[in-house]
């Protein structure tokens, strides 16, 4: 396993730097870019159809900048400078762990001083070269791709506060023991939880800027399943816990042309410390579970990557509104419905079966992928009658 990025560079190529990025924060990172260039791609195509209309805003310009937005962005280059300065001089404890220090107090006041007021001047510089006798209002035309990075802004910021939310529901007692750690921590983070929080909010702001939340929805399902896949490698190369049951079955004949770490494997080095020492390591990571377990994040990875390829191949076949994103729920809930099955998660005891959190969600959400389909398609049949 490798924690870090710079665990698999030094693998590599056998050096030993030190860079402050985990193996899992850069596939999340690569999947949001990723998941925006396929929304991108696809809110364009939608425009050129005609489904999506670019939309009319006036803009007032050439007004001075307020002392409310120098005020702001001096502290916005306080904080900056703050932490970016004491880098340099804390470099090891960044590194090792740059979540901790970005949440301590640890800074330079003077790199925030001057970084303060630096942005500070360069705000009210940048309002001055605009700035008119008389500010006036002017029309623009936003079309509704280039609201993709605002959009995958939103879908972020509240997709890891509803992951943590559902999260902290699952693992409550660990939330209980250390409310603020659990909370600030960089793990602990439920797929469906941010799922869901981030579509009722997207959906909000979707509303405000004009974009039928349908068309929407459409686009974004092939972007989320292509997101859920990269995340899952993430998942296997940090080795942050979310792998399967214990498997000691031996590897079925039908399946001995896969290496065994894809039927069992040990992660060793797993960024979690979970497991047994291993022998002769040195470092931060050096256990290994003690009984190999199914790699779900791969199996996940492989199925959602062909769910992927399914959903796009499908896109422009599929005339009724809202029919992709309905059909993206019931392939969603079927896939994780059974890798639950083999996947190491809490359970809540209802009616006397243990049942995941994610195994109820999923449900749910095959249930409203089949209405979904249905009230989508006799809502566009009535349309279509009328016409």
């Not at 062909?306 to 729920?329: C, N, T």
């Amino acid at each position: 396993m490798y924690p870090k990025l710079s665990d698999i560079i030094n693998d590599i190529f056998g050096t030993n730097i030190n860079l402050p990025i985990q193996s899992y924060g850069f596939f999340v990172a690569l999947a949001f870019i990723i998941a925006g260039t396929t929304l991108f791609l696809e809110l364009k195509r939608k425009e050129k159809e005609g489904l999506l209309k670019p939309q009319k805003k006036k803009i007032l310009k050439g007004k001075p900048a307020s002392t409310q937005e120098i005020v702001i962005s001096m502290i916005i280059g306080f904080i900056i400078g703050f932490k970016i300065v004491d880098i340099f001089f804390n470099y090891s404890f960044f590194a090792d762990n740059p979540q901790k220090f970005l949440f301590s107090f640890e800074g330079n006041l003077w790199g925030g001083l001057i970084f303060g007021i630096a942005s500070g001047y360069y705000t009210y510089r940048k309002k001055q070269k605009t700035k008119l006798d008389k500010p006036e209002w002017v029309e623009e035309t936003i079309h509704p791709y280039q609201l993709t990075g605002m959009i995958i802004l939103v879908a972020a910021i509240s997709g890891i506060i509803g992951a943590k939310i559902f999260h902290q529901l699952e693992n409550f007692d660990d939330f209980l023991s250390d409310p603020v750690g659990s909370i600030l921590s960089f793990s602990g983070l439920t797929f469906y939880g941010g799922l869901i929080v981030a579509t009722f909010v997207v959906i909000y702001y979707a509303k405000r800027n004009n974009i039928s939340w349908v068309y929407l929805a459409d686009a974004i399902a092939p972007a989320l399943m292509i997101a859920y896949a990269i995340g899952r490698i993430g998942c296997q190369v940090s080795g942050d816990g979310d792998w399967g049951i214990v498997n000691l079955a031996t590897k079925p004949e039908w399946l001995s042309f896969l290496p065994d770490c894809l039927w069992a494997y040990d992660y060793p080095h797993n960024i979690l410390n979970q497991g047994i020492p291993i022998e002769g390591c040195l470092g931060d990571h050096c256990f290994k579970l003690a009984q190999p377990v199914f790699p779900t994040p791969v199996y996940e990875t492989t199925i959602c990557l062909i769910l992927f390829l399914i959903l796009w191949f499908i896109r422009k076949k599929l005339k009724v509104p809202g029919m992709l994103f309905a059909i993206y729920l019931i392939l969603n809930g079927i896939e994780r419905f059974f890798i639950e099955k083999i996947r190491v998660n809490e359970t809540y005891n209802i009616f006397g079966k243990e049942i995941t959190q994610a195994e109820i969600i999923s449900v749910v959400f095959i249930i409203a992928g089949i209405l979904g389909i249905w009230y989508f398609r006799n809502k566009f049949l009535k349309s279509v009658n009328k016409l």
